[in-house]
């Protein structure tokens, strides 16, 4: 008797029978099913999540059902054909993070034809330890793109989600301090100067500053203005544009959060505008917060006397130091799979990380834009990209420059002093001389065509022989010379020879 076919009906009855949380996604990675494990696994997040993409991403602009379902993404080479394992997460009703090891298959009619996947989620939710230990089987855990993204999430609902600032993740100490500093200028209205290269995300951190001041970020719409000036760009006549943006963020409304003026390169303001700046800080309190960025200490620029002393006390309450992307070389790789996955979120195309050719030409560039230019390279590469991850050969062709030179290192000429190359020539061919004549001064002497007295000389100054009292005017075989002058001889000849 032939089998029946189970209908659509017929197979969600029976995927709802199981205790396993289970999702169905289509080929554009749209959630079209869970099962009632899944839906009481994920409580409310699973309010209007049905019909959603499961975009290959983090990113913290996504909120409600879209920031849930980008939570169940699957690492994106599943659309490959190659079955994956991943962590996946969802959020309780008090915004705790919980984790899962999940299965990924791939539904598919042929080689190349992914029609859907398919997810089965463990039981139990991991701890973070936990998660941090569940491998791809196609790459070991430290390299996996999968492992990159779980960071990612990780970090961006907790420490990221209390101010925003992403581009600190990381393990450095240098990283780990600024996000400590950060926490202190979220939770107080201290100005705050903000040390670091060009590149190195001063601006990005200045606005997660000012909006993380304003908690939940629900709340951001509430927050006070915002304002930047770039100080390099003023001159005297327009420091009206100063007091002018001043009177706009700080005439907020009562019920709003005091505003922020954030002053860019505050190390280029000139003599004259510091003088007023200084004036009119002293003068009357802003109802606003000062934030400042610089490429050095301004405490440092003051000691030089390069600026004011008074202006750089009052913006330097809290300094933060931002290091160059060359100090942060144990982040890179997260840092590139942040971007890739900020691309991923405003675009169709998911790549799921970088392969091991990429990740070392990234490596080996020096990055003079610092995150800035990391940014555009991985935005340039997403683009050029032809498969489901970035490869070397994706990457602009500065990189490949940078690495060919440093596989072929130009050679450092050596610099001639004509006296010193003399000197080394010389000395090997008194060597040669003596060695033929088994040490003897006068046959050597002879053989370079010179007096013995003079080849004694030379071989002291030259260090092949040590001075010692009469031992110039001794023979070849050791008596002292029997007649006059320089050789001995009336002829001039050494007598030895």
Known sequence: MPSQRINATELARLLNSISEPVYVLDEDLTLVFFNRACREWLGESSEGILGNRCAYHSS???????????RLCPPPQVLDGIADVAVVSCQDAEQNLRERRARFMPLASGEDNVFGVIAILDNADLTPEQASLVASPSMPREEAPSALHEQIVRFRQTAAARYRADRLIGSGPAVRLARRQVELAVGSRCSVLLIGPQGSGRQHLATAIHYGSHRPASAASKAGGFAALDCSLLAFDSFDSLTAAIAKVGGVEPASAPGTIL???IDELAADLQAELALL????PLPLRLIATAAQPLSELARRGAFR???AAALSTLVIELPPLTQRREDLPVLAQLFLEETNAHGTRQLGGFTHAALDALDAY????????LAGVVADAHRRATGMEIDAKDLPEKLHWVAQAAAHPRRTEEKIVLDDYLARIERELIERALNRSKRNKAKAARLLGMTRPRLYRRMVQLGLEQEA??????TGDGRPGAGGGEGGTGDGRDPSF
């Open 60 to 70: 913290p602009s996504a909120s409600g059902p879209e920031a849930a379902a980008a």
């Open 263 to 265: 002053l860019t390169r």
């Open 281 to 284: 800080l002293e003068r009357r």
């Open 309 to 311: 002393k008074d202006l």
């Open 366 to 373: 020096p990055w003079p834009g610092n995150l800035d230019e």
């Open 469 to 474: 009292g009469d031992e110039a005017m001794e």
